[in-house]
């Protein structure tokens, strides 16, 4: 099984596990070993369902301002959480490779295998949710056609992208790219970064 196809089928098992409640308060039972790298993929695609309905709720136009700003807050924590997840992900593959020999003429690529696993997570909640709307009987027909449209774009994205994955990974193995993690500076979380913060000081 390759690294992508293990991905999806986590992700596609939190997606459908996180939808049993559908609610962004629901706890999480993950059932894979604590640090594992199952662990963590199952944690990343949760994560990424919470915030993707707390997205959603965000964009009541009926919400009330304090839960609008409560809602803003725990979208901004969960940004932190997930970006955390990322670099933890990245660390394990770092570790993997660690003692590749980098050839002479390597490559870097434009962002570590990790930042494509978040994307392919994406991608899994992307496509539940198209399916969702694709199948739905209360919509117009252009509606479900337009969304079986997409959904089959997305599937072709995810195809490519699980494939650009695996052939990174493969490059790493072999020394014929080499990976570097830049740890993410979010200033607007740092109460030395921040002047909004650092101000009121």
């Not at 997930?82 to 690529?109: C, G, M, P, Q």
């Not at 962002?111 to 496509?127: F, G, Q, T």
């Not at 252009?142 to 493969?170: F, G, I, M, N, P």
Request: proline share 3%.
């Amino acid at each position: 099984m390759t690294f992508s196809e293990l991905s999806v089928n986590i992700f596609e098992q939190a997606t459908g596990d996180y939808h049993v409640t559908d609610h962004v308060d629901a706890p999480i039972r993950n059932p894979y070993k604590e640090k594992s790298i199952e662990h963590y993929l199952y944690l990343k695609n949760w994560i990424d369902a919470v915030q993707w309905h707390l997205e959603d709720i965000i964009r009541d136009p009926a919400i009330e301002p304090e839960q609008a700003l409560a809602t803003k807050r725990r979208i901004d924590k969960s940004n932190q959480e997930r970006t955390d997840l990322v670099e933890l992900i990245d660390s394990y593959f770092l570790d993997t490779y660690k003692d590749v020999v980098v050839r002479e003429h390597a490559t870097i690529n434009t962002e570590s295998p990790a930042w494509a696993v978040d994307r392919l997570s994406i991608l899994v909640l992307k496509l539940y949710h198209m399916e969702q709307e694709a199948a739905r009987t209360d919509a117009s027909e252009l509606h479900v056609v337009t969304c079986k449209q997409k959904l089959s774009v997305l599937s072709e994205q995810r195809k490519d992208l699980s494939t650009a994955l695996d052939q990174l990974l493969e490059d790493i193995k072999v020394g014929n790219k080499y990976m570097k993690v830049y740890k993410q500076m979010k200033m607007y979380n740092d109460p030395s970064l921040n002047p909004v913060l650092y101000g009121k000081k």
